[in-house]
């Protein structure tokens, strides 16, 4: 096991900060088995986001291009958090310069640059430089919950699977135009918070065969171009001079699973829904709902109570719940856990890894590129259907991710 690993975040926007602040905590999780983990650099072409958050964080240095990053004998880990069409020449860089990559979902912009750098992924793990994407939400403690209750037969076999992230950072229509607004057909809401959904899905069901009924809808048509630089949602000074948006802000979709079928929408036009993901399951023994606004419980209900008094139970997670004992400083029922504190576990499975920490002894592996480009396969289903009036669609034969 190396001393110390060196660690960077490309990307100083919110999603950025999350992985910054996630590699801080990570080596105060569970039991200290990790080597010593170096802060060095938050990397941004923006010098005053990036000295901010290398400030806010305690890192070293900021960086201004990834060259630099790549280049740098301090740096072992890099975590890769910026627009979607910028992942391929970076990750490619700093996998040949010999950097582990934790990548941000979803993996590209496009299926062809996705197959491209999961084969760079596999060269580069060839010689021990490894690739992972970030399926953040796989570290929620109360979706790894359900997903036992399932596969232990509590629940038992999934027959529909209901999921839905809403969120409405765009349904202010001037709100300034973003990367977020450019790309082709399923780039918008779907690529952004679809991806998070479809990888939750098949967490809890296994595979996605084929995708039907596909939607993707541009209510928001145009947006003003902002007069500065612009941080992750933030609103900010606009001019008059406005650009067309060219991708989704709500998409719709059914599922077929192996077993059982699911509905899943997705938006960033939801007023009042910043960030609401909401799944739930119907089993052959009953059923369970995680809501990402009570990040601390689930709902569980199970046949066989009088049909009087039977109904939802409030499950309050604690120290019998995935990742929750050791996991945190305090970590007694009641506590709570948010999303910040899945960023963290997230960090904290890569950084085992890349240690050589045994997979027994570790948090269970972050996916890999092939998954990613699997999570991409079917946004892409998604795109199909909608643009042949949603037909099915088949989705290429893949294993669902269990990471």
């Keep these: 096991m190396k001393e110390s690993i060196g660690v960077a975040v490309i990307g100083a926007g919110m999603a950025g900060k999350a992985h910054a602040a996630a590699y801080r905590t990570a080596s105060t999780l569970y039991s200290p088995t990790l080597p010593e983990i170096r802060l060095v650099s938050i990397g941004d072409v923006n010098a005053e986001f990036g000295q901010a958050a290398a ?99 509590t629940l038992g076999k999934v027959l529909h699977f209901s999921g839905r992230y809403w969120t409405d950072y765009g349904c202010d229509q001037n709100a300034p135009m973003s990367w977020r607004y450019k790309g ?118 199970l046949h066989g109570e009088s049909d009087r008094s039977n109904g939802y139970r409030r499950i309050i997670l604690g120290p019998d719940h995935p990742y929750l004992r050791g996991g945190l400083a305090m970590d007694a029922p009641m506590v709570g856990f948010g999303q910040n504190e899945a960023f963290a576990y997230q960090a904290r499975a890569f950084l085992e890894e890349v240690a050589g920490i045994d997979a027994e002894a570790s948090l269970p592996r972050n996916a890999s590129f092939a998954d990613g480009v699997r999570n991409m396969q079917i946004l892409q289903a998604v795109v199909d259907s909608a643009q042949a009036g949603g037909d099915t669609v088949q989705v290429p034969a893949g294993a669902a991710v269990n990471a």
């Excluded at 690739?131 to 359900?146: E, N, S, Y």
């Excluded at 609103?235 to 001079?241: E, I, Y």
Aim: with cysteine; hydrophobic share 45%.
């Design 55 to 153: 400030d806010r964080f305690g890192y070293e240095r900021h960086d201004s291009t990834w060259q630099a990053i790549a280049a740098a004998d301090d740096i072992d880990v890099v975590s890769v958090v910026i627009a979607n069409s910028m992942h391929r020449e970076v990750v490619e860089g700093l996998l040949a310069a010999g950097k582990h990559v934790l990548c941000e979902k979803p993996l590209s912009d496009t299926i062809e640059d996705a197959n491209a750098m999961a084969h760079a992924a596999t060269a580069a793990e060839a010689s021990g430089t490894l690739a992972r994407i970030g399926f953040t939400f796989h570290r929620t403690p109360g979706l790894a919950a359900i997903r036992q209750l399932i596969q232990d037969g």
């Design 184 to 301: 082709g057909a399923g780039s918008g809401a779907l690529a952004d918070v679809g991806s998070h959904l479809t990888y939750v899905s098949e967490f809890l069901c296994g595979p996605i065969q084929s995708v039907s009924g596909g939607v993707l809808d541009t209510v928001i048509t145009k947006r003003p171009l902002p007069l500065g630089a612009v941080l992750g949602h933030d609103h900010a000074p606009v001019s008059d001079t406005y650009e067309p948006v060219e991708n989704d802000d709500v998409a719709s979709f059914a599922v077929r699973f192996a077993q059982g079928v699911g509905s899943l929408q997705v938006s960033r036009v939801a007023a009042g829904h910043a960030n609401a993901l909401i799944v739930e399951v119907f089993c052959e023994n009953g059923s369970a709902v995680f809501d990402q606004s009570k990040p601390s419980e689930i709902a569980l209900y």
